[in-house]
Nanobody, 126 residues
């Protein structure tokens, strides 16, 4: 059974940093793009970042560009989201997900992902 487990969330002051990790279990996803999404209270889940299978291609949403970085370590079967200069509006539950198909793409739509983690809470205080 495939499971994605996110970790690294927590409470941080504005301007601070957190690094989220996502470690799939049950199978290896080293050939698949991976993504991060987030859902704030009362809002729909939105795209944050995606990375191609080998890390050569990445894409970030405009709201986090310049502050967040997505990376992966296929030897550890782990994807990371480094979040710097955090703002209160970054407060959300953050989810990682695996793409439906392998390759160089960096999917940005939720329907392009098949497996999802349970989410990790990130709270940024002002």
């Amino acid at each position: 059974q495939v499971q994605l487990v996110e970790s690294g969330g927590g409470l941080v002051q504005a301007g601070g940093s957190l690094r989220l990790s996502c470690a799939p279990s049950g199978r290896t996803f080293s050939s698949y793009p991976m993504g991060w999404f987030r859902q704030a209270p009362g809002k729909e889940r939105e795209f944050v970042a995606a990375i191609s299978w080998n890390g050569d291609n990445t894409v970030l949403s405009d709201s986090v560009k310049g502050r967040f970085t997505i990376s992966r370590d296929n030897a550890k079967n782990t994807v990371y989201l480094q979040m710097n200069s955090l703002k209160p509006e970054d407060t959300a539950v953050y989810y990682c997900a695996t793409a439906r198909t392998t390759g160089w793409r960096t999917p940005m739509r939720q329907y392009e992902y098949t497996y999802w983690g349970q989410g990790t809470q990130v709270t940024v205080s002002s």
